[in-house]
Structure formats: structure tokens, C-alpha cells
């Protein structure tokens, strides 16, 4: 096979593998739109007024836009559409959850991966296994031994088993990270005197900075998101989280009209969006660090 030969055969190849590309970042476009209709639909429909949203054929721009909606959730004197007290209770059972999770997902990480003891792998086991276990199957121990603490209807009530639901994410994700680091490092602490818990937050926790990172994000998601566990543990109005108050919103304004349910569920994005857009190369880092050792 001649040099020219060779040239026109590599030519070839690199044509087809551009040709590849080129009809998989179409195929991921087309995906990608079909996949932000729904969500660009419940934005469309918030801002605009009454008697366009149900007008066929459907209006893709609103106009004139109007924020009556958005004012209407977050301003009604029903008991049913207090969407910004709901939204105050979800934050702060995201935050609450996000603490615990992180706090006790790392003490309970770090041993199961830097420390030999009995029992270890089994423990671990144990852990990894209960993620099989669905949510559903625990509710009821889960409610009678909310309800013998007198936590129903409280933060501490949503916040600590909301926490218990992603416990054993958090340490798996946080071991795996936990084993990449060199024991070089902690020997030379403890040359110096530095004891277990001081190795562990002056330099264990500093080099886990990315994968906490990425429990705290995932923390909050399934916080904010979580509609099951607030609806059976709350029982007062002005405690619900956000997806219940969401749900009661759709009750109370379902025979008038779709605007307020539009502007309650876009206002209920916001806050994941604006996480993923700030935080979403941490999520990928903290995985992808996670995954370096078995």
C-alpha cells in the first residue's frame, strides 16, 4: 500500500468519525429539547395571564407577560398556598439534612476505611446493603418512633430521618474516597502527635473537600425533592415542605387555574437549578474521585 493510499485510508477514517459526531451531538440536542419542553412549558405558562393559558393553538411567548401569578402564591392569605413559608421549612430541612449528613456520613466513613477492627467489612456491608432497602418499607417504624420522640410536625421530625435515607450513601461515597488517601500522610501526623481525631479534620477532611462537596449537593436534592416523609409527618399547614405545599396548591387552584400551579413549581426549581449550575463540576469531581479505588 502506497503513502497515498495510506493518506486517502486515514482520510476516510477521520471523515466517518467526524460524521459519527456530528450525528450523536444531533441525536443529544434532540434529546436535550424534547427533554427541557416540559420545564420551558411550566415557565411559559406562569407569566402568562388567565385567559391565555388554556387558548388554543397553545402560545409558546407569553405576552404581555405577568407576574400576578408568582404574587398570588407567594402573597395569598390561603392556608393552602403558603408557598413562602414552605419554602423557608424546605430550606431549612435541606440545610438541617445537609449538616447531618455530611457530619455523621464523614465520622462514620472514616474508620470503616482508615482503621483495622472486627467487624469492619461486615458493618460495611451491612450499610451498603440497606441501600436495597426501599424508603416505603420503613415508613411505619420510622413514624411510631417519630411519634415516641413527640417529632411529628417538627424540623428536627423531618430533618433526622430525611438525614437516615441518604446515611448510607454518604458512606459508601465517602469510604471510597477515604481509601485513595496515602498513608504517608497520616503517618507523618502522627510522628508529629497528632491523634486520630485530629488527623481526620486537619487533613482527612481538607483532601475530602470535593466528594463533601458532592454528598452536601446530593443531600440537599433528596431534602428539597422528598414528598413522602412530610406528608405522613406533618400534620400542621404552616410545617409543610415544599412538594406538599406544592400538592395542596394544585388542590386549591386546579378548578381556577394553572397559572399559580406553574409559578409554584417553577419557584420550587430554582433553588436545584441554581445549585447544579454552581456546584455541578463538584458533583462530577467528587464521583469521579470516589470511584478511584474499590
Keep these: 500500500m502506497g503513502p497515498a493510499m495510506t493518506v486517502a485510508a486515514a482520510g476516510g477514517l477521520a471523515g466517518r468519525a467526524s460524521t459519527r ?8 440536542v434532540a434529546v436535550a429539547i424534547l427533554w427541557l419542553l416540559p420545564a420551558v412549558w411550566v415557565l411559559v ?6 385567559e391565555n393559558i388554556i387558548r388554543m393553538p397553545p402560545e409558546w ?17 390561603s392556608r393552602t398556598a403558603r408557598i413562602g413559608r414552605a419554602f423557608l421549612n424546605s430550606a431549612v430541612v435541606s440545610l438541617g439534612s445537609v449538616v447531618v449528613v455530611v457530619i455523621t456520613s464523614a465520622m462514620a466513613a472514616y474508620p470503616l476505611a482508615r482503621m483495622q477492627f472486627r467487624g469492619r467489612n461486615a458493618i460495611f456491608a451491612l450499610l451498603v446493603g440497606s441501600l436495597m432497602i426501599p424508603n416505603a418499607v420503613i415508613l411505619v417504624p420510622q413514624y411510631v418512633l417519630t411519634q ?9 421530625g423531618m430533618i433526622v430521618p430525611e438525614a437516615a435515607m441518604t446515611f448510607a450513601f454518604g458512606v459508601f461515597l465517602l469510604r ?11 503517618d507523618a501526623a502522627r510522628i508529629d502527635g497528632a491523634g486520630t481525631w485530629r488527623v481526620f479534620t486537619r487533613i482527612v477532611l481538607p483532601l475530602s473537600q470535593p466528594v463533601l462537596a458532592a454528598l452536601a449537593i446530593f443531600a440537599f436534592r433528596s431534602a428539597w425533592n422528598d414528598f413522602l416523609w412530610p406528608l405522613i409527618a406533618v400534620n400542621k399547614p404552616d410545617m409543610f415542605p415544599l412538594p406538599v405545599a406544592l400538592a395542596l396548591l394544585r388542590g386549591a387552584y386546579a378548578s381556577e387555574s394553572y397559572g399559580p400551579i406553574m409559578a409554584g413549581a417553577t419557584l420550587s426549581a430554582l433553588p436545584l437549578l441554581l445549585v447544579f449550575v454552581v456546584a455541578n ?4 469531581e467528587g464521583v469521579r474521585v470516589s470511584g478511584l479505588k474499590g
Design 21 to 28: 459526531r456530528r450525528v450523536l451531538a444531533a441525536v443529544m
Design 281 to 284: 463540576r463538584r458533583i462530577v
Design 45 to 50: 405558562t406562569s407569566l402568562k395571564r388567565p
Design 148 to 156: 415516641r420522640l413527640g417529632w411529628l410536625s417538627t424540623y428536627q
Design 176 to 186: 471510597q474516597f477515604f481509601l485513595t488517601i496515602p498513608h504517608e500522610l497520616e
Design 61 to 77: 411567548i407569553p405576552w404581555p407577560p405577568t407576574l400576578a401569578h408568582y404574587v398570588e402564591v407567594l402573597f395569598s392569605s
